[in-house]
């Protein structure tokens, strides 16, 4: 697919600076996904939580300025609390789940068992409780993403053994095994949650800026508050500078990631942008086996290319008309630019 692509009636040079910021966040979502691949032996929920710091930090001064000029921030109260429920399931059980399990299978399988999980959960959630369409090209992604799914689990025995420096044992560590590939799925489960409750708040009930407001906060607070239990004061302060570093820098890219998705979605066709955005998965896989050392085989590469075919299947099935500038892209996005992984990718920021 071509530049051009994108919308014939959109001039060229948004055209290309759409491509330039699906491909820029992509890039971000792995660099942050790498950041938190460096950091996967310390605690994941302080892990969890530094990260959320960043986009709280973005987020918050917005708000406060149109606060100040006398706008409306909070939404109904309904709204707030299901908003507050979807990040809590986000941040607590997505961001910390993914975070461990990138300390047991790797970054190059838990991406995109992680984000083929989001898209799937996504479907099939929005489908229960939104009535959104499933067409026959979305049931084919489904099905593809089932199989991806299944393939990538047959290379987890290899990648936890380079991820364990090569002494684990596989007889007998397949409990931890499955346990990393099933926290990779459950953290893909929490973020479509997740999703789907954005999804119900962004469409008129709640602005794309208290939505993040309230994911970041929350986990700020609960991941916050937890490590504080767990660790203590100097628990905390005794992590590394370095580590540290990695741990705010996966924040900052995950925070910028998602901005440079908004703003592709408002230049570019959606289908575009999310096939653009797909490629972590893909370069997820690349940065764990060159940046990491973990096991290159035939499952993992069969798998991600399964995950990618079906991620774009699904976005086939979407409407494909640019949004006009100040729209609201996670209206029809699915969201996983919240890591959405956002996710997105993407996971909850």
């Not at 691949?37 to 918050?60: E, M, N, Q």
């Not at 961001?95 to 838990?110: I, K």
């Amino acid at each position: 697919m071509n530049a051009s692509a994108i919308a014939p009636s959109a001039p060229a040079p948004q055209a290309l600076f759409g491509t330039f910021c699906g491909l820029f966040s992509a890039v971000g979502y792995t660099a942050a996904n790498a950041c938190l691949r460096s950091v996967s032996d310390c605690d994941p929920i302080w892990v969890s939580a530094v990260k959320a710091v960043p986009t709280l930090l973005l987020v918050g001064p917005w708000i406060a300025v149109q606060a100040c000029r006398g706008r409306k921030i909070l939404p109904e109260f309904r709204v707030l609390v299901l908003l507050s429920i979807g990040a809590l399931i986000g941040q607590v059980i997505g961001n910390v789940v993914f975070q461990w399990s990138l300390g047991v299978v790797g970054l190059a399988l838990a991406v995109p068992l992680t984000l083929g999980t989001i898209i799937l959960g996504g479907a099939l959630l929005g489908r229960m409780l939104l009535h959104e369409p499933l067409t026959l090209r979305m049931l084919a992604s489904v099905l593809t993403l089932i199989a991806a799914i299944a393939v990538l689990s047959l290379g987890a025995g290899d990648a936890h053994q380079s991820v364990a420096g090569g002494i684990a044992d596989k007889r007998g560590a397949w409990w931890l095994i499955a346990l990393g590939v099933g926290g990779a799925m459950l953290s893909g489960l929490a973020y479509s949650i997740l999703g789907v409750v954005i999804r119900y708040g962004v469409k008129g009930r709640a602005s794309l800026s208290i939505t993040l407001f309230t994911v970041s906060l929350l986990g700020v607070i609960s991941l916050g508050g937890w490590s504080y239990w767990r660790m203590g004061w100097q628990g905390m302060a005794d992590t590394s500078p370095d580590d540290f570093a990695m741990m705010v820098w996966a924040g900052v890219f995950n925070a910028v990631a998602f901005l440079a998705l908004t703003k592709a979605l408002q230049l570019a066709n959606l289908v575009y942008v999310n096939a653009l955005n797909a490629t972590q998965a893909t370069m997820a896989a690349i940065a764990g086996v060159l940046l990491f050392q973990e096991a290159l085989s035939g499952a993992l590469a069969i798998g991600v290319v399964l995950t990618i075919a079906g991620l774009l299947m699904m976005k086939q099935g979407r409407r494909t008309e640019p949004l006009p500038p100040g729209g609201k892209p996670s209206d029809e996005s699915g969201t996983p630019a919240l890591d959405l992984r956002v996710s997105t990718p993407e996971r909850a920021t």
